[in-house]
């Protein structure tokens, strides 16, 4: 069979992530440093696919910047059986349209895949009747061989148990643009994404990761020889300067991510590489971690009140923050914290303290309104409790738009507090000298245009923000 995988064109004028995000959001301006996740659910998907034989293609409309002209010509000129995407709350009213007009040009098959429909499958199919053939509950890569050949029934497709995910090929990187993807805290560039383990097995209220880790809190880890094979071969095939490690937690495992270390050093010494952690990291841990070539890592510390942090299922204090961000200053691996803002039990005063804290501790930050998710606790008890205000989907995008009420702290006073957070994060990138790695990065991808662009177009404007949000 003929099978397109392809992250969907999402239309406006704001700059677009979905697919290989965490949370799907969009921003008023296209980044100087392309900061493009890679999709691994779409990769393994085209992977496991290949393996069995079906002739794949996959389009990434929005690393490649494809207009619908050349997004449409391609998609016809390959005239696929069916086609896959992957949909996430804020773009779904977008990704309806584009499935439909995808639907009645080729007659393929439609796939409605990723958070989104997990969350709400009956809606997806009934919203898409006559559009939507599939839609697949949770983690679809191997759902989605099953559709394809013909072993199951049209409508919502669940797994029956949770896959091993040992069996998961490496995603099928060859049929991507791999240039076009980079992870932006990493310290050097070019870098390469890669993912040891899936899911986490914490109860944050407001995270969907569980919903793709088929509703299941649990920390699945690969074999440690398989990772380095890996590895090694991301290093050979695309001489990558650093590997980022974009598991959900690698850290909540100490001792197979000790494993891990020992066989990275044993094979591939301490190649760079950053990764996304956790604050209650041991500090022996993280002292190995350095030594086989950890240079960064990203901490959600989400909010700094302890009673949000308790009432979020976090599993940390903000004390503890702390002592593990000064051991990693102390070992010279930079951090990069993000926090949330909106959050159940915050209060203007909580929020001030997040804000306060962030300009304190880590190299950089970033702060997003907190989102209530469908298929999460906090999309339940934000339901139950009548705090969500919103007409549409699109809202739901952390970045530009808060969708919750609480008494004393409204969705206006929220997106105007991560507006001039925003560019408070200019002035840390300022004081921690970040912005050398960033001003080394642009113009290792785009040269002099990249400098020039950031001096006479980018920078007068983030000195008009600091100045007016201060």
């Not at 069979?1 to 992250?7: A, D, F, G, S, Y």
């Not at 296209?30 to 779409?42: A, C, E, G, V």
């Not at 929220?414 to 990065?441: C, F, P």
Request: charged fraction near 25%; glycine fraction near 6%.
């Amino acid at each position: 069979m003929k099978v397109l995988i392809t992250e969907l064109p999402w239309s406006g004028k704001r700059y677009a992530g979905r697919a290989g995000m965490r949370w799907a959001h969009t921003s008023d301006k296209t980044p100087l440093l392309s900061f493009r996740p890679f999709p691994f659910y779409l990769g393994c998907t085209a992977a496991l696919l290949e393996k069995n034989g079906h002739n794949v293609m996959v389009i990434d409309s929005l690393a490649e910047h494809l207009s619908d002209e050349e997004y449409f010509s391609r998609v016809l000129a390959f005239q696929p059986d069916f086609i896959l995407s992957e949909i996430h709350t804020p773009s779904y009213n977008n990704d309806r349209i584009y499935m439909k007009k995808l639907k009645e040009m080729t007659g393929a098959k439609m796939i409605f895949a990723g958070p989104h429909p997990t969350a709400l499958p009956q809606q997806v199919l009934k919203e898409n009747k006559g559009v939507a053939d599939f839609v697949l509950v949770s983690e679809y890569e191997f759902l989605a061989l099953r559709v394809v050949e013909g072993k199951a029934k049209k409508g919502i497709v669940r797994a029956k148990r949770m896959v091993d995910i040992n069996s998961i090929p490496w995603p099928a990187r060859h049929l991507f643009k791999m240039d076009l993807y980079n992870e932006v805290f990493c310290r050097n560039y070019p870098n390469i994404q890669m993912m040891a383990s899936r899911g986490c097995p914490l109860r944050c209220s407001y995270c969907n990761i569980f919903t793709m880790n088929n509703f299941q809190r649990v920390h699945r880890k690969r074999n440690v020889s398989n990772v380095v094979d890996e590895m090694q071969f991301c290093i050979d095939e695309y001489k990558p300067r650093e590997l980022y490690l974009d598991d959900d937690n690698i850290d909540i495992s100490p001792q197979w991510l000790s494993s891990l270390l020992d066989e990275k050093m044993q094979r591939v010494g301490d190649f760079p590489f950053t990764c996304m952690g956790h604050v209650n990291v041991q500090p022996e841990l993280l002292e190995k971690m350095r030594k086989a070539g950890c240079v960064g890592i990203k901490l959600g510390i989400e909010s700094t009140n302890n009673a949000v942090l308790q009432r979020l299922g976090k599993g940390m204090t903000k004390e503890l923050a702390i002592s593990t961000l000064k051991k990693c200053r102390e070992l010279g691996i930079k951090t990069h914290l993000t926090f949330c803002v909106g959050l159940p039990g915050d209060t203007k005063e909580s929020v001030s303290e997040t804000i306060n804290f962030a300009m304190k501790y880590g190299d950089s930050f970033q702060i997003s309104i907190a989102a209530p998710f469908p298929g999460t606790p906090l999309w339940n008890e934000a339901v139950k409790n009548k705090w969500i205000s919103f007409k549409s989907w699109d809202r739901f995008d952390g970045m530009k738009d808060a969708i919750m009420n609480y008494p004393g702290l409204s969705n206006k006073e929220l997106s105007d507090i991560v507006a001039r957070a925003q560019s408070m994060s200019y002035k840390k990138a300022l004081q921690s000298g970040e912005w050398k790695k960033y001003v080394k990065m642009i113009y290792s991808e785009k040269g002099v245009s990249g400098i020039s662009k950031l001096i006479f177009v980018r920078g007068p404007g983030m000195v008009y923000d600091l100045l007016k949000k201060k």
